[in-house]
T-cell receptor
Framework: GAVVSQHPSRVICKSGTSVKIECRSLDFQATTMFWYRQFPKKSLMLMATSNEGSKATYEQGVEKDKFLINHASLTLSTLTVTSAHPEDSSFYIC????????FGDGTRLSIL | GESVGLHLPTLSVQEGDNSIINCAYSNSASDYFIWYKQESGKGPQFIIDIRSNMDKRQGQRVTVLLNKTVKHLSLQIAATQPGDSAVYFCAEGYALTGNQFYFGTGTSLTVIP
């Protein structure tokens, strides 16, 4: 069965809107979760590590104020794309640590 | 982050043939490697993994080979089926933490019926 649940699977919104994406760990309590971004026909790019009870750790080049991450509980992490613009359109995927790491089914974000 | 790359961006094989997908990694300290399969519009799905203390591991119809000397990883799929058509990624990381993994560029496998 699924280990990670991601919601919504698809969202289309106007430029300037803020969009929240949820990632839930279903099988265990995750003190960390990971957020990736994927452009069409490209690989997954690690954006940040979400840490329960503390600030997220962002990869170099990722705007912290643009991509707000909150790890509200041991089973839930959220990614909020603030004041989204068309260039933020992408496929966002979360994962939980482990051997192997398990991924959600992603969120297709389209900004008009 | 580490650089993980794949040699071939696309691969087409006849149904029933064997497929070989290659991957080069750059961080000699990585000790855990995973192959993922990603179908269109979905998240990566785990296929098989291998630790650096092994050079070969077999699963159902899949085999992963690891050559630490030249930092090369390969995925072999036996008797390739149409359902195997997808993008395949290798990823490298550390077994101890199970944390951040860095992905290669991906190989798109197309199985011709």
């Amino acid at each position: 069965g699924a280990v990670v649940s991601q919601h919504p699977s698809r969202v289309i919104c106007k430029s300037g809107t803020s969009v929240k994406i949820e990632c839930r760990s279903l099988d265990f309590q995750a003190t960390t979760m990971f957020w990736y971004r994927q452009f069409p026909k490209k690989s997954l790019m690690l954006m940040a590590t979400s840490n329960e009870g503390s600030k997220a750790t962002y990869e170099q080049g990722v705007e912290k104020d643009k991509f707000l991450i909150n790890h509200a509980s041991l089973t839930l992490s959220t990614l909020t794309v603030t004041s989204a613009h068309p260039e933020d359109s992408s496929f966002y995927i979360c994962s939980v640590p482990g051997q192997p790491q398990h991924f959600g089914d992603g969120t297709r974000l389209s900004i008009l | 982050g580490e650089s993980v790359g794949l040699h071939l961006p696309t691969l087409s094989v006849q149904e029933g043939d064997n497929s070989i997908i290659n991957c080069a990694y750059s961080n000699s300290a990585s000790d855990y490697f995973i192959w993922y399969k990603q179908e269109s519009g979905k998240g990566p799905q785990f296929i098989i993994d291998i630790r650096s203390n092994m050079d070969k591991r077999q699963g159902q119809r899949v085999t992963v080979l690891l050559n630490k000397t030249v930092k090369h990883l390969s995925l072999q799929i036996a008797a390739t089926q149409p359902g195997d058509s997808a993008v395949y990624f290798c990823a490298e990381g550390y077994a101890l933490t199970g944390n951040q993994f860095y992905f290669g560029t991906g190989t798109s496998l197309t199985v011709i019926p």
